[in-house]
């Protein structure tokens, strides 16, 4: 052992002789009988209230207050008359044990010091809804819908999991049903159990439930007291057929607040008041009043930052919306606090407000730093490339100006790559970025090796209005190589070559989730155009457009399609030899056609070799069926059409694809297994290609 080891260890001995931090030696904690998961999340959460770290001993108020947790977190998965087994060691070694059942009746002996806890769960009978019936409201609301109300479907096979009762998912059933009714109208809905029947031997619980909507409302009109002179309230004009409901009045009352808002009246306070008579029709007319207490006109003095004030002030300013000497308007307070929200070196924005002179107030915004600098392991896995993983290093506030670098480097089974991201957020406004990106790849395809190393300067701006679409301009420079290449194009394709372009693109994302989508719109479309003129060898024009659209067709089954079209020609160039191979289109693979690996469903020359399509369209069709509320079953069809040369058609070659797969649902997108049948498979194509891999394929 080197001496400066030695010296450090023995000051450390030296520190703990003295006192000076001191370790406490923690008591032991261990749960188990709730499954591995579960065990271990009580077991975390029983450490942090019982602040476990922190204590050399367990006393007997810390051990019920344990054990009252278990049994609560076991009771919210349905297993309410659960039992605990406890085995308590004390700091002499004598070891108690003591059972506590669901009712918590027989408590510890006093006084108790543990060293060691060990809980065991027994957990009992899960408790599940069996027959479930309702009364009243047939008119207005369905038994059946009623039914999916309080006790919504996990999916096609309808898991006694899926139906776990609770007392609080009865209550939540019975909220549902009264906010499902008062969205109708039915401001007055009221439903309860009126009955409740638990079997202790089978866990199934009966229940009965009354339903009384009570009358219907409709607005028959809407006024507001006078407002002072320069506040501007927007007329109230009320439908014919509007309905009554708490959304609707609060709707009216914002309109009436923001107009005392633009006029400086921070500490405005409304009521809404609602008086009903019944209607010829038996429905109920809602006469609504909005009442005003102005309080004084506010006028804005400067606005301040506290806190961790770590970005540049002149990077803050830029997103203040507040003018002082101007009437004080929260909803721009709120719209300042939201921008400065978006500064990737903040971790939270909070304001309030410090009085000024003359009854001014300055609007004082209290800024949290995010860690500078975060870093994460990254995983994945694809049928072709089988297993990825990866580190991935991320920066929030360079210069001190919320400028951003990422740094990722990925490796699988056949591929290498490398990037690096600078990021310049709201370089002309605040909806326009700009990118510094360095890349490299090396992949092995499944005919050539593919490497490409390269940068590209692009500006994004995002969410144009008459679109709703982000639009990205870029350049381009890099370097393109096709090594050990089994193509039948090899003998005219340009080996090693650089390629200079401009992209063109415009997306729009309107799903209702990213990673698991069940409804909404994705479209994108770009045309990369390179040319010598531009710094490169090559000249070539890369068109490529897809959408993909999401709808339920119930609460447990879903109509995915995909369309994606890619196009490349050589206009204005003399021959293919300006194409790199790099630039043609792979068809195949989990994401593309499923019934064949990736690049596999690519066109073939006469002698079977693999070519890689100038031109391709990909249509993708699934039906998502839910099994449980994690675990899905998808049939799907695919379909190709491709071809190597323009001339010879755009659909020279037609491929199609069926198949079924099941899908688990985690943080991270689905984790898939599927399985495509070729219905028109080529002399050398598989039969069927089994796929597993995680994330949505379109």
Known sequence: MSAWWRRGLGALIALGALGVGRVVAEPELNVSGAGWLESNKIERSVRSLSQVETRSTLDANAIEDAVFFTLSAVAANGYLRAEVDATIERPSGEVLKHHFDYRFAELLPRPLEAVRLDLEVIQGVRYHFGEVTTEGGEAVLSSERAHELLVPSGGLLNLRSDRMFTPARLRQGLDQIEVWLAARGYADARARAVSEERNHETGEVTVRVEIAPGRQWYVTSVDTDAAPAGVDVPDLPVAADQIWTSGWQQDEVEKVRQAYFEAGYVDVRLRAEREGEVADDGTMGAAVHIGVEPGTQVIAAPVQFAGDVVVADSVLRRRVEVTAGEPLNPSDVEATRRRLGRLRALAGVDVRYESAADGQRSPVFVLEEREPWESSLLLGYGSYEQVRGGVELRGFNLLRRSHQLRLEAVGSLKSLRGDMVYTVPDLFGETVDAKLRLFGLDREELSFQRQEYGAVASVTRRDLAWIKADFTAAYT?????????????????????????????????????????HE???????????????????????????????????????????????????????????????????????????????????????????????????????????????????????????????????????????????????????????????????????????????????
């Open 520 to 698: 909404g719109l994705r479209w994108f479309a770009q045309i990369e155009a390179a040319d010598p003129v531009l710094g490169g060898e090559s000249g070539f024009q890369r068109l490529e457009a897809g959408l993909s659209w999401h709808r339920p067709l119930g609460d447990t089954n879903w109509l995915h399609v995909g369309l994606t079209h890619g196009t490349v020609l050589t206009l204005g160039q003399d021959s293919d030899r300006w194409l790199p191979a790099n630039k043609r289109f792979f068809p195949g693979g989990e994401n593309s056609l499923r019934g064949m690996t990736t690049g596999e469903a690519s066109p073939r020359n006469g002698a079977g070799e693999f070519v890689g399509a100038k031109s391709f369209t990909l249509l993708n069709v699934e039906f998502e069926q839910a099994l449980t509320r994690r675990i899905s079953a998808v049939l799907f069809y695919d379909a190709l059409g491709e071809t190597a040369r323009i001339q010879d058609g755009l659909w020279d070659v037609q491929l199609h694809s069926v198949g079924l797969g099941l899908r688990y649902q985690t943080l991270i997108g689905p984790v898939r297994l599927e399985y495509g049948h070729n219905l028109t498979p080529r002399p050398l194509d598989p039969d069927g290609t089994l796929h597993f891999s995680i994330g949505f394929p379109f």
């Open 477 to 517: 420079y890099q370097d393109l190589r096709s090594r050990e290449s089994e193509l039948g194009t090899r003998a005219m394709d340009v080996v090693d070559t650089t390629s200079a372009s401009l992209t063109l693109g415009l997306s729009h994302d309107g799903r209702d989730n990213p990673l698991v989508p």
